[in-house]
């Protein structure tokens, strides 16, 4: 199965600024997602991120806040936009291709916190 | 969005005891997936399961997919140390959904 690569893997920031959060793959695959998990919780779907066009972002989370790139198939990236400390948490990209037997990858997760 | 419930919330075992944790949902999954997710790191898949009432194993752990495609158990026998964590299952409709529903996570501590 893939290995997936984040980084940051943490990182503490000012309310208003962004952070871009990138995601490596180490082969291409078909599917790539990014989560959100909040402290103590589960995992919540943000978006998936379509190779070469606009990224397919779930109830409650829009383009303007959590911009999406994906260039290619082993690499992408979420921006946190305008951050304020709600946006506190793990983020977390997830990525396979799509009917394999393994399931999905997850990266080890982005923790970010906002003050 | 959708989640899957998940029960127990947590549990509190003695090592060697035998743990077992469901997870149901009020929509048909055509996929059930488990993760542990361990501190600091991500989710990492433990089974995944692709037909109504399959039965299947990966060394101390058992998971079942539930026939009416709306649950899923896992099991872990004679549990260790290292079984501490999160268990979450996942859900996936499939056939061109692949995103993945999220169960709301069992949280197993062993006690010494």
């Known amino acids: 199965s893939a290995v997936i690569s984040q980084k940051p893997s943490r990182d503490i920031c000012q309310r208003g600024t962004s952070l871009t959060i990138q995601c490596q793959v180490d082969s291409q695959v078909t599917m790539m997602f990014w989560y959100r998990q909040q402290p103590g919780q589960s995992l919540t779907l943000i978006a998936t991120?379509?190779?070469?066009?606009?990224?397919?972002?779930e109830s409650g989370f829009v383009i303007d806040k959590f911009p999406i790139s994906r260039p290619n198939l082993t690499f992408s990236t979420l921006t946190v936009s305008n951050m304020s400390p709600e946006d506190s948490s793990i983020y977390l990209c997830?990525?396979?291709?799509?009917?394999?037997?393994?399931?999905?990858?997850f990266g080890s997760g982005t923790r970010l916190t906002v003050v | 969005g959708q989640q899957l419930n998940q029960s127990p919330q947590s549990m509190f075992i003695q090592e060697g005891e035998d743990v077992s944790m469901n997870c149901t949902s009020s929509?048909?999954?055509?996929?059930w997936l488990w993760y542990k997710q361990d501190p600091g790191e991500g989710p990492v898949l433990l089974i995944a399961l692709y037909k109504a009432g399959e039965l299947t194993s990966n060394g101390r752990l058992t998971a079942q997919f539930g026939i009416t495609r709306k649950d899923s158990f896992l099991n872990i026998s004679a549990s260790i140390p290292s079984d501490v964590g999160i268990y979450f299952c996942?859900?996936?409709?499939?056939?061109?959904?692949?995103?993945?529903?999220f169960g709301t996570g069992t949280r197993l501590t062993i006690i010494p």
């Open positions: 997830s990525g396979g291709s799509a009917g394999a037997a393994y399931g999905y990858t």
């Open positions: 991120a379509n190779q070469g066009s606009e990224a397919t972002y």
């Open positions: 929509s048909i999954f055509n996929t």
């Open positions: 996942a859900g996936q409709v499939g056939f061109g959904n692949e995103k993945l529903t």
